[in-house]
């Protein structure tokens, strides 16, 4: 079975360690804050100036003064901190986070990510993921397999306007989690009943498979 | 002490001309000065430039200068919750420049600073960079950016004093800071104005040098873009 996009942000959460701050892009990435151990200490930054984001307030409690990055009201948790948005950014091209997560339409086999725009259609800007995919060490791509069209969304090369370039280390899809090294995507693990054959026929780019492909473990 | 303070918006934007570069603070509606963005729209003054992260929505923030065709180009990092500004961009009524978020912030802080231009790995080759220098540091590359030039910068804080000092709050601060000083005049509106030695200087964000002009906004709406809320158990 292909993962729900709840399951991707689950698979995803096992990638957060402990002690880490963490950037999330909005969509799945987002969910990813759901399914972090309770046992572990991390911090969520927001590029519009917080860290130690905490969840949605109750009802009645909103601040307009205290949003994410995807314009939605939050709350702080104890040790939290705002700052303005160029020192924000310093956190980010500075490598201060140690890891960002965010969606993509398409992701070559090296490592180049495109996810802002598409000429002529959908013009909404690249907001800050210029910056953190220029900058950061640990990249971490959440996306489906495949777009509407069911079209690999897993190339060769990216056909839209990149984000950025060489910069992608793993994906995880509703069908596999894959690594991208030397050049090619490896393939890591499978979605839970979904077969290599289904993987390499929705990955248009170079796959390589090594050895036994274990499922995903929740 | 040297006193910043204006009688009202109408007098802090005294000076502004059609055609002029604007920086305006915000994160989408979160922390937008939005009494001088009122009299901009009252005045309606035109073909203007405006450095601004976002542009409001259809009816709120920067899109009431958009409604009214007043301007000529908008420099951006994110502008999706606006089909109006969508509309005028493909249309190509409006000249559009999109870049990198932290390039903006940064763009913003250069000009403030006295930095003409930075290296920045941001955009690398993507079409940001198309044009610009370029240089390998460390065996990484980057782009050179340059620093805003603006005639004003409009910014809006939690707290100000007469001396120009101002608080902000939460994450309505984000671009604001960068752009105090960043303009030839920098405007701040405040949701509360007090008398000098009321804040206490531990606590400015930005000292008063950087702001030429202050007055306490009339009123503030301070929408709410996205309501996200959890139930109580």
Request: hydrophobic share 40%; proline share 4%.
């Amino acid at each position: 079975m292909a993962l729900t996009k709840e399951q991707i942000a689950q698979r995803i959460a096992k990638e957060v360690k402990d002690g880490y701050y963490v950037n999330l892009g909005i969509g799945i990435p987002t969910l990813v804050a759901n399914f972090v151990r309770d046992d572990i200490s991390v911090e969520f930054q927001s590029e519009n100036g917080i860290l130690g984001m905490g969840p949605f307030p109750y009802e009645g409690e909103e601040d307009p003064d205290l949003i994410n990055a995807g314009k939605q009201t939050i709350t702080a948790l104890p040790g939290a901190s705002f700052f303005d948005s160029a020192m924000s950014f310093g956190m980010i091209r500075g490598q201060h986070v140690d890891l960002t997560i965010l969606g993509a339409m398409e992701v070559s086999q090296n490592g180049d990510i495109a996810n802002w725009k598409i000429p002529g259609k959908m013009v909404k800007g690249m907001g800050g993921a210029m910056d953190l995919v220029a900058s950061a060490e640990n990249i971490i791509v959440a996306m489906m397999h495949t777009n509407r069209e069911g079209e690999s969304k897993l190339l060769k090369e990216c056909s839209l306007p990149l984000t950025g370039v060489n910069c992608v280390k793993k994906i995880v899809t509703n069908l596999a989690v894959l690594e991208i090294k030397d050049g090619k995507f490896h393939l890591l693990e499978r979605a839970p009943e979904v077969s290599i054959e289904e993987i390499q026929q929705a990955t248009e780019g170079d796959l390589i498979i090594n050895g036994e492909i274990a499922e995903m473990k929740f | 002490m040297i006193k910043k303070t204006v009688a009202n918006v109408r007098e802090a934007c005294e000076g502004i001309e059609d055609g002029m570069t604007f920086m305006l603070g915000g994160f989408g509606l979160c922390g937008i000065p939005e009494n001088i963005i009122s009299e901009l729209v009252r005045r309606n003054v035109q073909n203007v430039t405006c450095i601004s992260n976002n542009a409001g929505v259809d009816d709120f923030g920067l899109g009431l200068l958009l409604k009214k065709h007043q301007i000529k180009k908008m420099i951006s990092s994110y502008v999706g919750e606006n089909a109006e500004f969508e509309r005028q961009m493909l249309s190509g009524e409006m000249e559009v420049e999109l870049i990198p978020q932290g390039t903006l912030a940064q763009r913003c802080e250069a000009a403030r600073s006295g930095i003409p231009a930075f290296f920045t790995p941001a955009g690398y080759g993507t079409e940001v960079a198309e044009g610009k220098e370029t240089r390998e540091f460390h065996g990484k590359m980057y782009v050179m950016e340059k620093a805003f030039e603006a005639d004003f910068s409009f910014v809006k804080a939690w707290k100000g004093d007469e001396a120009g000092n101002l608080i902000f709050k939460g994450t309505a601060r984000n671009f604001n800071p960068a752009m105090c000083g960043a303009g030839k005049i920098t405007v701040a509106e405040v949701e509360e104005l007090v008398p000098a030695g009321e804040l206490d200087p531990n606590q400015i964000h930005i000292p008063g040098i950087f702001v030429q002009r202050i007055f306490q906004g009339e009123k503030y709406e301070k929408r709410i873009e996205q309501l996200t809320v959890r139930k109580r158990n």
